[in-house]
């Protein structure tokens, strides 16, 4: 009903939660029927004399708890079989899992609308998309990977270039491709856990290089490669997981022509690469003949997306990937390549990476504003933080503690190699909390950190 108008003037909550609370109040009461079209947002906001975000988020709301959907280019409509409603995110900080590295996700109704459409145009090609692919992708996919990675400056041909089912598996036939059990690989010394998992798993030895604010000590990867005659160097060089250090356009030269001289390819897990919007070139493009390039979508997108764009150093150089990388994975999925195309070529993948920006400096300052000044490691894009804990704190009595009011961090364990973990842990600030349980959850850790563990063990 286009006419609908809800009485807002009883309700104390913010006016989003009114409107969704009347949504549902008057499908109750049968004002509202299955079917029923809504007021367009615009149209709605003045009639109410509110903000648009307000009706935006309302209608949101709405959806969240299965009340109303969306239909491109339609409107929006009660939904013909309410789902039962999902209760409103609890403010509470022990509901709050910070462990896991997600990009925030999305609200906006136009933005979700937007992806909706990409995925319904691509479902419209669906049994085509169900059959097997050739492997490395279609000339199409490789487009847009081109289309995509000319961000970062990077232009490959074709047949350097691969479409991969994420980074996890382009990384695995990587270290295949150079490596065989016994070998060893140079790592940073806190460094991405999946490194770590896939080099036990190959039968791989991993050592850790030494970092200082620049990125890797150069003197110490020299040392290491005449000692150990590494088959590799991984680098996760941009918004580092989990110290989300950046490694300097300086300190990446003078890398480069360390690994020149050992004759050492560098692996760069370029998974953050995007979201900058000003950073140092990628290894690929300041030596592009010794960099194995992985650029994942997970991070820059979505982490369900299971997409990356593989670019290696020369052409032959793809043949004993690719037959390294189809025997563990067939192909990649073309339903989630087509997704991924459709969006970089309609502008959806350029609007989620704004989406992703915009939040995360706005969780940042959260972080800014709430914790200790000094307590930890971030940059205004990243959208994780490295808290190094303050004496008397241990990352076992930290996790714990956090644990205990369902606060999920990441001891510093999971990400070092080789020497004894420091007494850190790594915060994710992205995922499915909203802003308001994010401020809760840091102002709990807030706390936490400015006592001692004794303090805090009434808590436990």
Not at 245 to 251: L, M, Q, S
Not at 419 to 426: F, H, I
């Amino acid at each position: 009903m286009a006419d609908w108008s809800p009485d807002l003037s009883q309700r104390d909550k913010p006016r989003y939660l009114a409107i969704a609370d009347a949504i549902a109040a008057d499908i109750a009461g049968g004002r509202l029927a299955a079917g029923d079209r809504l007021p367009p947002q615009r149209q709605l906001a003045a009639r109410l004399d509110v903000d648009f975000t307000t009706v935006a988020r309302g209608y949101v709301e709405a959806q969240k708890r299965g009340l109303i959907e969306s239909r491109v280019g339609q409107g929006t409509f009660v939904t013909a079989h309410t789902r039962r409603p999902r209760p409103a995110p609890s403010r509470r900080p022990e509901l709050v899992d910070l462990s896991m590295n997600l990009p925030p996700e999305p609200e906006d109704p136009e933005l979700l609308d937007r992806m909706q459409e990409g995925f319904d145009a691509v479902g419209r090609d669906l049994v085509a998309l169900l059959r097997y692919q050739g492997f490395g992708g279609s000339r199409e996919a490789k487009d847009a990977a081109s289309n995509w990675l000319s961000r970062r400056a990077l232009v490959p041909s074709n047949e350097r270039l691969f479409v991969t089912p994420g980074a996890h598996p382009a990384l695995l036939g990587i270290l295949c491709t150079l490596a065989r059990p016994g070998d060893t690989i140079l790592s940073e010394a806190i460094t991405y856990p999946g490194i770590r998992s896939l080099a036990a798993q190959i039968g791989l030895t991993l050592i850790g290089i030494p970092e200082d604010e620049e990125g890797i000590d150069v003197a110490a990867l020299c040392e290491l490669c005449q000692r150990h005659k590494p088959k590799a160097l991984y680098l996760n060089p941009t918004f580092n997981n989990p110290t989300t250090r950046t490694v300097t356009e300086r300190r990446r030269i003078e890398i480069v022509a360390a690994a020149r001289r050992c004759g050492l390819p560098i692996i760069e897990d370029d998974a953050y690469g995007f979201v900058p919007t000003h950073g140092p070139a990628p290894f690929a493009a300041i030596a592009p003949d010794l960099t194995w390039h992985v650029a994942g979508l997970a991070k820059c997108i979505g982490a369900g997306l299971r997409v990356a764009y593989v670019i290696v150093p020369d052409t032959r150089s793809g043949f004993p990937f690719s037959a390294a990388l189809r025997s563990a994975t067939v192909m990649a999925s073309p339903l989630t390549v087509a997704l991924a195309t459709r969006w970089i070529e309609d502008g959806t993948a350029d609007a989620l990476l704004r989406f992703i920006r915009t939040e995360t400096r706005a969780r940042q300052k959260l972080a800014t504003e709430l914790l200790p000044p000094g307590s930890f490691m971030a940059d205004p894009l990243s959208f994780h933080l490295w808290v190094p804990l303050p004496a008397p704190w241990t990352r076992s009595a930290f996790v714990g503690h956090m644990r205990s009011t369902r606060i999920g961090v990441v001891a510093s364990d999971a990400f070092t190699v080789g020497d004894t973990p420091p007494e850190a842990v790594r915060v994710c600030l992205g995922g499915p909390a909203g802003r308001e349980e994010i401020r809760s959850a840091l102002d709990f850790m807030a706390h936490a950190l400015e006592e001692s563990p004794e303090m805090m063990s009434t808590f436990l």
